[in-house]
């Protein structure tokens, strides 16, 4: 089922978002040293240089990864784009994380996404195929078929009841999210949670059945990454989810256990269609947090920040 979502235009999205600030912030995020306890890291750099120094900042793989587990890293590779594009995750930190994965132990490492486009084109075209290819254990699936999912409850849906997700996920013992930052036309931007969405079968109900945000609020209910690894190196502030559109280089990597507070964080990083938001101002984000999912003022975070 293809992820064919009602298109929203950009005028739509300024108005809910405006709607959707429930207060205004004030203060100054602390930067801390990175011997202190913090809920972000934020590294500036190259892709691969700034997610090597943000996994050893977050204090290593290993504190994910433990030897013999079996991971599963989610990164965007839906579309068939090259990297340049900003819509899907960039091959280097898709490729960073992986060699850090099997360094650390892992049994094996399963790279996998439910694309939009045909599969081939978007292993190839994104370049996460080949950047993972000489590192011996991972694999780069690219999943369509229904028999690659499982039906699971969500004992704490609000609309939804059920959900089949991709059964490698189901049996990892680990669940890195590796999101693009982008714009989307039903979400407003496509951050970690809205990721989420690549790892389900049934997309389309999100779309014409339910209200998105809430839907998406309860799939993070059940989908509960370890860590979320953000890709702000270059961020596509309009024309998402799959371009093309106007890309931005923020330069950014922004790593954390919190799937909310990284994705807040991201939305403060550039400009999305010309104009500045706040975490609190994306429906799907705020619906997480009011569900106790995560934290959601980036002026409450403790961040560390540095560069690769």
């Known amino acids: 089922m293809k992820d064919h979502g009602r ?28 011997t202190d306890e913090y809920d972000l890291v934020v590294i500036s750099g190259d892709p691969a240089a700034a997610t090597k120094r943000a996994i050893e900042a977050m204090g ?42 099997m360094d650390a132990g892992a049994q094996r490492v399963v790279v996998l996404d439910y694309p939009l486009r045909p599969a081939e084109l978007c292993l190839r075209r994104s370049g996460i195929q080949e950047a993972c290819k000489p590192i011996k254990g991972v694999h780069v699936l690219a999943l369509e078929e229904r028999k690659f999912f499982r039906e699971v409850k969500v004992p704490q849906g609000k609309i939804l009841d059920r ?15 590796l999101p693009q930052a982008k714009t989307h036309s039903a979400t407003g931007v496509s951050l970690g949670i809205k990721g989420l969405m690549g790892l389900i079968w049934d997309r389309w109900s999100f779309h014409s059945k339910y209200n998105i945000n809430q839907a998406l609020a309860d799939l993070a209910t059940v989908i509960k990454p370890q860590l979320t690894i953000l890709d702000a190196t270059r961020a596509l502030v309009s024309g998402g989810p799959g371009g093309p559109g106007d890309v931005q280089k923020p330069n950014l990597i922004i790593a954390g256990v ?33 569900r106790g999912l995560g934290k959601i003022d980036v002026e409450q975070l403790r961040l560390f920040k540095g560069r690769a």
């Open 60 to 101: 290593g793989i290993s504190r994910f990864v433990k030897k013999g587990r079996r991971v599963v890293l989610k990164p965007n590779m839906s579309f068939s784009n090259p990297p340049e594009w900003g819509s899907t995750t960039h091959p280097l930190v898709v490729a960073t994380v992986a060699q850090a994965c």
């Open 7 to 34: 298109k929203i235009t950009r005028r739509d999205f300024l108005k809910a978002a405006t709607a959707g600030l429930a207060m205004s912030l004030a203060g100054k995020p602390a930067f801390l040293d990175a």
């Open 258 to 290: 919190d799937p909310v507070a990284v994705d807040s964080f991201g939305v403060t990083v550039v400009p999305w269609y010309g104009q500045n938001f706040k975490g609190r101002q994306v429906e799907h984000l705020l619906a997480a947090h009011q």
């Open 163 to 177: 959900v089949e997700i991709l059964k490698e996920v189901l049996d990892s013992d680990v669940l890195i999210n």
